[in-house]
Structures are given as structure tokens and as C-alpha cells.
């Protein structure tokens, strides 16, 4: 049976030197690559303005809205979708487009920063899915292949091999990044790594750049972590990351001869936080931790990745090298903070059922109303991604919502309370009264 006629099953064992099909990976995994879409804001000082721009800056206060686009795959046929989580963190709206022109309104199940992965559910069944690989069986010099929207093209596929694993780059320590020389770009990211049999390897997450585009070094968070991850943000729409409480650093080979060790291997531990779960363990500086849960460790960032994706309250085991002899010590784990410094964000409003409209408004003061000849309304102080892709400004005059006329924010609140799916908004801008449709669904 040729390999496009197997889109789902175990991965393939590929022997060495085998030579990938590139048509029959894109005939394969296509389907079930798809771009993502996303509105959200951003403030004035991360954007340059023109005087091209169609939206005017002033009266603008707050944030921008702004439009991206990333990748991403399925992995359920009810429509579980896993891309980046940079791609649609901090954003109001994702919209989730398939390689047969349909498209859904995304829901965001959770996000984290740690690992750069996120998970989305778009409503819809019977989907093609990829099948999920191997990355244990993953060796430098492995063909590789990956799908995406780079710049907003659809379906692009491009190829490479597989640099380095097992690479910890600064800011996502918690990850053994699969590094490949695969041609990435702004767009790409989110979606699918694969292997020469076509099943997913790793999420495209990070390229190394100083351009702003591709210059030969590609990195993907391998599947194995990024479903780890899916798994505690299906249950719990987040992952709560372990905490061990220990500074670490890689030895050489004077440090190595120092411990009393054959070779430079582990991470020498160099400090302990008091009342961490190292110090209820009992881990000492000085300690070499040589293994984590059986699987040696050649270097520092070996652990750190390990306990990126380690939950909080799990019991880890320790291989050590103490005072010349080999111990194991049983550690729980604590609950990290989020290791990146970013908070999680709330889900956007379609997760909820309904977008929120997100406005800044005020009464209208005695001088206000007497010059626009009107009794009441509301001044518009800010707008969000939504009110501003639906054509509202900040310094508009909100008058009248659905023919209601509006004079408090109370009011406001009482009108949408009613969960319309759309809403006309009566505005004075600058004397010229109009109507601006805004869909709330």
C-alpha cells in the first residue's frame, strides 16, 4: 500500500539511509495542516504608523489591534488542533482555516509559555489527523520535512535534516529542541515536523535569525513534550510545571576529576533553595545528578529539560554522585511559578461563547452633550480588536445600541446583557452620525 493511503496508525521504523517520497508526505499530511489566524492587540510602541495607514493613530489610547497568522495540525478527528503558543497568545480571536478552503472559529483550551505549545478545538468531526511519531527514534543527519503557511502561503512544504537534539536554547531551557536545517519562516510556526515516513516529530516553534528570516538554523519542540503538555491543558487548561529549587552548571573535565568522576557527565548541583523540594529531598551542593528517572544525563540542560515537563507534586528519581559513591534519592516535586515570567492568559471570549465587546467608555459631561446637541451618550476613551475591526474609534460618541439609546455604562452592560449576536451602534464622529454593525458572535 503506497505511504499516502496510510494517514493513520503507528509511525513507521525507517532504516537508515531511507530516502523520503516528498509527494507522498505532502499527499499525506496536508489535510491535516491547517492555518491559524488570529486578532488580538498590541501597544502603539510595538507598531510604526505611516501616513498610508488606513486607521489613524489619534485619538487612540491603549492598544492596537493587530492581525497575525501562524501554523498548526490536527490530532483528533473532533477537531483537537495543536500549534505554537506565540502564535495565539494574547490575541481575542483565532480563526483555524483547513487545506479545503473551510474554516472555523477557534476555541482556546490553554497555553503555555514554557514550552511554547497551545491547544485549540475547533467544532467539527470526522477531520484528517496526522499520525503521531517517534522522536526516540530521531538521529542527527535524519531527512525531515515540514508543512506550513510561511508569509501567508498556504500549504507550503520545504525539507531538510535533522541538525542536532536535544538543544536548550535561552528563555525555553524546559525543552530538548529538535534543531534541523528545514527552511522555517515567520508563518511556520505551529506547525508539523515530520519524518521521513510523514508523522509528526515536533511542533515548529523558533528559528535563529538575524534577519528576521531563515538562515539555516530551524528548531521544533518535540512531539512527545508537546502532548505531555496537551495532556495537562486538556484536563486542567494549563500546565502546572515541577519545581526542584537547584542551581546547576555543567562540569568540565577538572571539575569532573575533582568529584571523582570518570568523565564530565550530569549536573553538578551548585546550590539548594532552602524549604524547596531539593532540600526536603535531601540534595546537597555538590551533588552530581547523573540520572533523572532512569535516563542518564550527559549534561545541565539535560535536567532542566526533563523538569520542564514535569508536573507539580510528581515523584522524580535521582541517580547522584556524593563523596565519590552513587546514591538515588526520591524527590516530590513543588509547583514552579511560570517559568518564562509571562502569565497565563484568560482564554479569548469565543472560548466563553461570545466575544466581549472591550471598549473604554464615559458619560458625556454638560459641555460635551450641549455641543453635539444631544441628551446623553457615552465618549469612547479606548477600543479593543473587535470594536476596531467592526470600524469604531477611540473619540467616537456612542449614542444608540440597536435603537436604544445609551447614557451610562450601566445601560450598556443591560443591552448586551441580552447576548445578541449582533449589535448596531448609532456613534457621532466628529458631527456625521453613522451605524457600525458589530458581531458579537
Not at 221 to 247: E, F, N, W
Amino acid at each position: 500500500m503506497p505511504l499516502a493511503a496510510q494517514p493513520v496508525g503507528e509511525a513507521l521504523a525507517l532504516p537508515g539511509g531511507f530516502t523520503p517520497n516528498h509527494r507522498a508526505i505532502a499527499q499525506l499530511a496536508g489535510p491535516a495542516v491547517v492555518g491559524v489566524e488570529v486578532v488580538g492587540m498590541r501597544s502603539p510602541a510595538s507598531t510604526v504608523w505611516t501616513p498610508d495607514d488606513e486607521t489613524p493613530v489619534l485619538p487612540f489610547k491603549g492598544k492596537l489591534p493587530f492581525q497575525g497568522q501562524g501554523s498548526g495540525f490536527i490530532i483528533s478527528r473532533d477537531g483537537l488542533v495543536l500549534t505554537s503558543a506565540h502564535v495565539v497568545q494574547d490575541v481575542r480571536r483565532i480563526t483555524v482555516r483547513l487545506s479545503d478552503r473551510r474554516q472555523f472559529r477557534a476555541q482556546l483550551l490553554g497555553i503555555d509559555p514554557t514550552t511554547d505549545v497551545a491547544l485549540l478545538r475547533v467544532n467539527a468531526t470526522d477531520l484528517p489527523v496526522l499520525r503521531l511519531g517517534q522522536v526516540e527514534l530521531l538521529q542527527v543527519g535524519d531527512p525531515v520535512v515540514t508543512i506550513g503557511s510561511p508569509f501567508g502561503l498556504e500549504q507550503s512544504v520545504s525539507h531538510g535534516i535533522v541538525s542536532a537534539l536535544g538543544r536548550a536554547l535561552p528563555g525555553y531551557a524546559a525543552v530538548p529542541h529538535i534543531q534541523t536545517d528545514v527552511p522555517v519562516n515567520p508563518g511556520h510556526s505551529g506547525g508539523p515536523l515530520l519524518d521521513a515516513g510523514g508523522s509528526v516529530v515536533g511542533i515548529n516553534s523558533q528559528i535563529f535569525t538575524f534577519s528576521g528570516g531563515y538562515q539555516g538554523l530551524s528548531f521544533a519542540v518535540p512531539i512527545d513534550v508537546a502532548l505531555r503538555v496537551k495532556d495537562q491543558l486538556l484536563a486542567h487548561g494549563r500546565m502546572v510545571h515541577g519545581y526542584l529549587g537547584v542551581a546547576v552548571q555543567n562540569l568540565d573535565l577538572t571539575l569532573a576529576r575533582a568529584f571523582g568522576l570518570d568523565q564530565p557527565r550530569g549536573a553538578l548541583v551548585s546550590d539548594v533553595e532552602t524549604g524547596s523540594a531539593a532540600d526536603k529531598g535531601g540534595l546537597r551542593t555538590g551533588d552530581v545528578i547523573t540520572a533523572f528517572n532512569g535516563e542518564t544525563l550527559g549534561h545541565a540542560g539535560e535536567l532542566t529539560s526533563h523538569l520542564g515537563v514535569a508536573t507539580a507534586g510528581e515523584r522524580v528519581r535521582l541517580a547522584l554522585w556524593r563523596d565519590g559513591k552513587a546514591h538515588e534519592l526520591v524527590v516530590r516535586l513543588d509547583r514552579a511559578e511560570d517559568l518564562t515570567g509571562t502569565s497565563v492568559p484568560e482564554a479569548p471570549a469565543d472560548a466563553r461563547g461570545q466575544q466581549e465587546p472591550g471598549w473604554g467608555l464615559r458619560p458625556l459631561n454638560a459641555q460635551e452633550r450641549s455641543l453635539l446637541g444631544v441628551p446623553g451618550g457615552l465618549f469612547v476613551d479606548e477600543v479593543s480588536a473587535l470594536t476596531a475591526q467592526a470600524g469604531l474609534l477611540a473619540g467616537d460618541v456612542l449614542l444608540a445600541i440597536n435603537l436604544t439609546p445609551v447614557q451610562s455604562t450601566d445601560d450598556v452592560r443591560r443591552l448586551l446583557r441580552q447576548r445578541p449576536l449582533s449589535a448596531a451602534l448609532l456613534v457621532d464622529r466628529d458631527g456625521t452620525r453613522l451605524y457600525i454593525p458589530l458581531e458579537l458572535d
